[in-house]
């Protein structure tokens, strides 16, 4: 808080598509979907009248003995557009949220099971799945996670698959399997006491976005399948189409036994998220009161009329397949844009997966030594986007776009000239 005794805090007045107003009038053009929840723009039209009619008839009701439509349309949607096997919805408010249920379910489902041993939970080095304790005990960024290390129960880390620093010449695949041979050994070797696994399928957006090939996805799968591990796919960031797919899992061809669903489900409105998972695990929990074998976990806001509203909205936006059509031109012109960059002295890469693009700015691009990030050169490209009416938000020395699917050329044309000039002005000394 203190940076802002510098660097004044923004305060926006409203917003229209991919655009941000503040009270002086000065408009920023939304690059990173404010913070890669916003699919079809500011006060979308379409969502806003679907919000407003259910503001008239129901604002919220316990979901606990009660139900009400849009939950039961909206479960029974989640269902038909996630991949096979996933056949039940349980509703949480938040993205974190949605991890700690599924870790508890994934849990408390071996232990219904008869297999009390297994209590453990594997994830990946520069993972990231929310800041609630569960969530940041299987993450792995230092930034959030340190501090909090005392508090946190201990997860089993395996080697990232992110393919930045594969070997010179190595395709994304050939680095993705050989990565996961360490994987595989850890979870030969814990089988028996191991949970789950859980993993960003693709990108670690909060690590830097940092990517990856579908084919460790697969043997992932099929690795817990043989082993009797559950695999929890958190999309909460890459899903809805931000990866080129409605959901990133479908690109290795694989169904989790837990989808983590939040951000983009309600198309940047209201919080809400979801754990889809399978009618195995449902059955583990259904059984008699007295036998106390229930999945208890409750929020007051569970399956919120007006965010169940906003989310069946936005699905009926993306229902037809044109959006993720459009986007895949938006993605290539995306990457048109920055072409010039792949041979900037203090770029180290530029990768993308669908509607995510970063930029990794280094110091020495030769070796991709990176810039100390005590220099906060990212918050300097921040300062210049600002400046010329872009919210550009790096994280660290990454520069990336996730902007809205309503982006025209233009402003595709914009976002990338102010990151280039940004990134010019951050490397220049």
């Not at 002086?24 to 053009?29: C, F, I, N, P, S």
């Not at 919805?89 to 297994?118: C, P, T």
């Not at 080129?244 to 309600?266: N, R």
């Amino acid at each position: 808080m203190k940076d802002h005794e510098w660097l004044p805090i923004v305060p926006i007045r409203r917003g229209h598509g991919v655009w941000l107003e503040d009270f002086e009038g000065r408009r920023y053009l939304d690059a990173i979907s404010s913070w890669w929840v916003n699919l079809f723009g500011h006060a979308n039209p379409f969502i806003n009248e679907r919000i407003r009619t259910q503001l008239e008839q129901l604002e919220h009701v316990l979901l606990a003995g009660f139900t009400h439509a849009p939950a039961v349309k909206l479960a029974r949607r989640l269902v038909e557009i996630t991949p096979d096997g996933l056949d039940k919805v349980f509703f949480a408010d938040n993205g974190s949220s949605a991890v700690e249920v599924a870790l508890k379910m994934s849990f408390h489902y071996w232990r219904n099971s008869g297999q009390i041993q297994k209590r453990d939970f594997v994830t990946l080095s520069n993972s990231y799945h929310g800041e609630t304790l569960g969530a940041l005990a299987v993450g792995d960024v230092d930034l959030y996670k340190e501090t909090y290390e005392p508090l946190l129960m201990k997860a089993l880390t395996v080697p990232s698959p992110d393919c930045y620093a594969r070997e010179q010449g190595a395709s994304w695949e050939a680095h993705s399997r050989k990565m996961f041979a360490a994987t595989r050994e850890v979870l030969e070797r814990g089988a028996a006491t191991i949970c789950a696994v859980i993993v960003e399928p693709l990108v670690q957006c909060a690590g830097s976005m940092r990517m990856y090939d579908p084919v460790y996805l697969s043997l992932l799968r099929e690795s817990c399948d043989e082993l009797g591990i559950h695999l929890i796919a958190d999309e909460i960031a890459v899903g809805f189409g931000r990866t080129g797919t409605m959901f990133a899992c479908e690109q290795a061809a694989i169904s989790p036994d837990f989808m983590c669903l939040s951000k983009g489900l309600t198309g940047g409105y209201l919080p809400l998220s979801a754990v889809v998972t399978s009618n195995r695990i449902y059955e583990a929990f259904y059984d008699d009161y007295a036998n106390l074998t229930a999945f208890l976990h409750s929020h007051s806001y569970t399956g919120n009329p007006l965010g169940c509203a906003a989310a069946l909205a936005t699905l009926d936006l993306l229902a037809d397949g044109s959006v993720l059509e459009r986007n895949r031109g938006i993605s290539a012109r995306m990457r048109a844009a920055v072409t010039d960059l792949e041979t900037h002295p203090h770029v180290g890469e530029i990768r993308q997966h669908g509607m995510i693009l970063a930029i990794e700015m280094v110091k020495d691009r030769s070796g991709l030594v990176p810039f100390p990030w005590q220099e906060r050169r990212g918050l300097r490209v921040y300062q210049h986007g600002l400046r010329q009416g872009v919210l550009l938000r790096p994280l660290g020395n990454v520069v990336y776009f996730m902007p809205p699917y309503v982006i025209e050329d233009q402003h595709i044309e914009l976002m990338a000239r102010t990151a280039r000039e940004g990134i010019d002005a951050a490397t220049c000394d």
